[in-house]
């Protein structure tokens, strides 16, 4: 037996459809943590550059 890593309660292993989590609602909970970006994966900062609808973009032709 394992622990549901949401609300660590005892899971049950073997023929779980929603292992590690005991159910549905744990593994939705999980998901919205991270959707919400409350878990994050260490890293550096990517920036982000604006693109502006004034700037040219490579590729397109300018006078088109």
């Known amino acids: 037996m394992k622990r549901c890593p949401t609300c660590n309660k005892q899971v049950q292993w073997q023929d779980n459809p929603f292992r590690p989590f005991c159910s549905e609602r744990c593994k939705l909970v999980d998901l919205d943590k991270w959707?919400?970006?409350?878990?994050?994966?260490?890293?550096?900062?990517?920036?982000?550059?604006?693109?502006?609808?004034?700037?040219?973009?490579?590729?397109?032709?300018?006078?088109?």
């Open 35 to 64: 959707v919400s970006e409350e878990y994050r994966v260490p890293g550096k900062a990517v920036r982000e550059e604006p693109v502006g609808d004034d700037e040219e973009q490579p590729g397109l032709d300018a006078n088109s």
